[in-house]
Nanobody, 127 residues
């Protein structure tokens, strides 16, 4: 089992940047494909970005392409979400998730496939 703890959220003006971090417990972080999701009030939870176990393959949702980057440091048991040029519509609670069952080079884009979830960190972008 793995526990995930997110940090880095906060209040930022439109056009600003934030970097979210998700630290995983345990010694097998490289065995998990990782994803970042966001959930805004009145909207369904949505995948923002995903990365495979080695970090060689990434996915970004169309809404954040060109502005967000996902990366991971397996030595630090951490996955990052760098968010630039933030917009008010990026306001949401951001959560990371981990999946152990995917293949080595696979990215996981379906939320129900993720086994473990963090509590989330709030990102608020003011206009």
């Amino acid at each position: 089992q793995v526990q995930l703890v997110e940090s880095g959220g906060g209040l930022v003006q439109a056009g600003g940047s934030l970097r979210l971090s998700c630290v995983a417990s345990g010694r097998t972080f490289s065995s998990y494909a990782m994803g970042w999701f966001r959930h805004a009030p009145g909207k369904e939870r949505a995948l923002v970005a995903a990365i495979n176990k080695s970090g060689s393959t990434t996915y970004l949702a169309d809404a954040v392409k060109g502005r967000f980057t996902i990366s991971r440091d397996n030595a630090k048991n951490t996955v990052y979400l760098q968010m630039n040029t933030l917009k008010p519509e990026d306001t949401a609670k951001y959560s990371c998730a981990a999946d152990r069952n995917s293949r080595t080079y696979e990215i996981v884009t379906t939320d129900w496939k993720y086994e473990y979830w963090g509590q989330g960190t709030q990102v608020t972008v003011s206009s």
